[in-house]
C-alpha cells in the first residue's frame, strides 16, 4: 500500500460515520448520502496531496458539504419531511420499560421533524455545533462565513428549533 493511500485511510476514514451523518441531515435520504459520501471520499482521496496537515475532520465534512450542493439537491433539501432510518430504533433498544422506549421513539422522531423544518443554513450549522461537535472556527470554515455568522446562525436556530418544539408540544 501506498503511503499516501496509507496517511488518507488513518486521517480520514475515522471521520467517515461523520460525514455520512452530515449528508444524512443535509439530502434527508439514506441513498443519497451514501452517493454523496462515496464522491466526497472520491474527491478527497485525490485532493489529499494538497492537505496542508491540521484537522482533517473540518476539510472532509467541507467537501461533503460542497458534493451535495453539487448534486443539484435544491429540490431535495428544501422537502420538509423527516429524516427517517432504516431500522426501527424501538426494537434494538437495551430498555426494560416499552413505554418509556416509545416515548423516547417519539420525542426523537418529533425532534428529527423540528430539526428538518429549520433553514438550511441554520440546520447547518446547528448540526455541525450539536452533532458533530465542530468549534465555531471549524464550522466557519466547513460553511465559508465569518464566525460571527456562525455563532449568529447557531442562536437563531436554537432559538427556531425551541420554538418550534414549544409550538409542538403545546399544540
Given amino acids: 500500500m501506498d503511503e499516501r493511500r496509507r496517511r488518507f485511510e488513518t486521517m480520514a476514514l475515522p471521520h467517515l460515520d461523520a460525514a455520512y451523518s452530515l449528508a444524512c441531515w443535509l439530502s434527508r435520504s439514506q441513498t443519497d448520502a451514501e452517493d454523496i459520501v462515496q464522491e466526497a471520499m472520491l474527491r478527497a482521496f485525490r485532493a489529499f496531496d494538497g492537505f496542508r496537515g491540521g484537522d482533517v475532520k473540518p476539510w472532509l465534512l467541507a467537501i461533503v458539504r460542497n458534493c451535495w450542493r453539487n448534486a443539484g439537491a435544491d429540490v431535495r433539501r428544501r422537502a420538509q419531511t423527516a429524516l427517517l432510518d432504516d431500522?426501527?430504533?424501538?426494537?434494538?433498544?437495551?430498555?426494560?420499560?416499552?413505554?418509556?422506549?416509545?416515548?423516547?421513539?417519539?420525542?426523537?422522531?418529533?425532534?428529527d421533524e423540528a430539526i428538518a423544518l429549520l433553514p438550511e443554513e441554520f440546520r447547518e450549522a446547528l448540526l455541525l455545533r450539536e452533532m458533530e461537535d465542530m468549534s465555531y472556527r471549524e464550522i466557519a470554515t466547513i460553511t465559508g462565513v465569518p464566525i460571527g455568522t456562525v455563532m449568529s446562525r447557531l442562536a437563531r436556530a436554537r432559538a427556531m428549533l425551541r420554538e418550534t418544539w414549544m409550538a409542538r408540544n403545546l399544540a
Fill in 87 to 111: 431500522g426501527d430504533a424501538s426494537l434494538a433498544s437495551d430498555e426494560p420499560d416499552p413505554e418509556a422506549s416509545a416515548m423516547r421513539t417519539s420525542e426523537s422522531r418529533r425532534l
